[in-house]
């Protein structure tokens, strides 16, 4: 089973949570019993009042995909120093005019260098976007010897030289932890998304001076690590203007598997797999995506986030479920995965397609021509407006042709497409929302 702890997991939480169950078990509550006895190995006991403060651990820590209660509190030893969370750390949050919020007295050349290697990288919270790289490039700008007054500035820059003056007056400083972040060099290299100079060569220098190929964090502390990989390649639930891929992420991707990382990176299959573009797929397939490999952060934490089997699956059934028929035929072209369904967006015959699995141009015309209600909707919004959060322009276009409505809103935040786009940062979705959406409401943030 899948690990899925809650952000920043603490033992103290999990231990009031136990003691809470155990109480509500003994009073009958028919919806923790129901809860006992789907996580108890044994069923949970026949007689409420027998249930024990053990037991409940146990319900708890298998509830979140551990096996036992000593194995919850062995993986939250071990993963403590791994963790980081990037938006308590940050020293360097933007206001809404996109300046930075600096304290009184605040501009010391210190407290510059983090403001530049804090602002230049992906944090993965609701703080990514162009603004925040533009302004890391600004302050680098005012003041280039940023970049040898900090290691991490070098880093964030990509500036092999610098890098090398740093590694020659100081040797571990190619793996020393540090910066806003507490991450090594290589992390801020890969994860920064500012203009740099060379990252490729910068990153090389620290490879060739030790550092780790699987350097990476537990962000919030969940089990999937965010690695040196998952930078390089970006993305996510904030999507692809936001959350960008790094401008040279085939390079350094090749360079880091070249060198040993593990292609079995489970955060970069999550963040890759909104999106129906595969290119990561296919270079990480070539380096044995899908077959076991080093496994190195099952060790450093004591457990696996998910198996191998439980990583492919996600892939496919997230494929299959939004029509991305590419990928499963790539998936089943090395063997993992078994069968390859219809690709057409339909569903059981005799029934409309549904144009959430409709994942290109062509599928749309398909798929409308078959019957299906273009203004349906999946957890509550369209298939524009996730179109249109993933900067998938064509399909923006191809589904405004089949008649879907610009002006719907979703259930959730009661905005249209067009919010939804400028929201993203998706440039491309915008161009073709905005000539056929009423003006008036447009949230930016």
């Known amino acids: ?36 006895a789907r996580h108890h190995p044994g069923r949970a006991p026949s007689d409420p009042a027998t249930f024990g ?29 791994l963790s980081r969370d990037p938006e308590v750390l940050d020293p360097a949050p933007l206001n809404p005019d996109g300046e930075r919020h600096r304290a009184p007295g605040a501009g010391a050349p210190a407290e510059s260098a983090s403001a530049v290697a804090a602002l230049a990288c992906l944090t993965y919270t609701d703080r990514d976007e162009p603004a925040r ?23 964030v820059a990509g500036d092999p030289d610098a890098m090398e003056r740093h590694r020659s ?4 400083a190619a793996t020393r932890e540090g910066g806003p972040f507490r991450w090594p060099p290589l992390l801020y290299v890969v994860y920064s998304r500012l203009p740099q100079r060379d990252p490729v060569t910068t990153a090389r220098v620290l490879l060739d001076a030790g550092a780790d190929p699987d350097s990476g964090y537990l962000w919030q502390g969940l089990p999937t690590p965010f690695t040196a990989l998952t930078g390089v390649f970006g993305e996510g639930e904030a999507g692809p203007s936001r959350q960008p891929r790094h401008p040279q992420w085939r390079q350094l991707a090749e360079l880091l598997l070249s060198r040993g990382a593990d292609p079995n990176d489970r955060q970069t299959l999550y963040n890759r797999m909104f999106n129906r573009d595969d290119s990561h797929l296919e270079l990480l397939l070539a380096h044995g995506l899908g077959h076991p490999a080093s496994e190195v952060w099952a060790r450093r934490t004591g457990e696996s986030a998910e198996t191998i089997d439980e990583m492919l699956a996600r892939q496919v059934g997230w494929a299959r479920g939004h029509g991305f028929g590419d990928r499963l035929a790539l998936l089943a072209e090395h063997g993992l995965v078994r069968t390859e369904p219809a ?3 339909g569903t059981l015959t005799g029934t409309p397609p549904d144009i959430h699995r409709a994942a290109t141009p062509a599928a749309v015309s398909a798929a409308v021509a078959a019957g299906a209600d273009v203004d349906a909707r999946r957890d509550g919004r369209t298939a524009l407006h996730q179109a249109a959060f993933m900067d998938d322009g064509p399909l923006v276009q191809a589904l405004l042709e089949a008649g879907t409505d610009p ?31 009423r003006p008036g409401e447009h949230p930016d943030s």
């Open 407 to 437: 002006e719907a809103r979703d259930e959730e935040h009661r905005t249209r497409p067009l919010e939804w786009a400028g929201w993203a940062r998706a440039a491309a979705a915008q161009r073709v929302l905005e000539p056929v959406t």
């Open 53 to 81: 403060l053990s037991d409940a651990q146990l319900v708890v820590a298998r509830a979140y995909g551990l096996a036992s209660w000593p194995r919850l509190r062995a993986y939250l030893r071990a993963a403590a120093p």
């Open 133 to 155: 790289w533009a302004r890391a490039a600004e302050i680098l700008a005012d003041d280039p010897t940023l970049v040898d007054r900090s290691v991490f500035v070098a880093a």
């Open 343 to 345: 690709t057409d967006g």
């Open 1 to 36: 089973m899948a690990l899925s702890l809650p952000g920043n997991p603490d033992l103290e939480r999990f231990r009031r949570d136990a003691r809470r169950l155990q109480r509500a078990v003994r009073a009958a509550d028919p919806t923790a019993l129901a809860y006992a």
């Open 169 to 172: 007056a100081d040797p571990a």
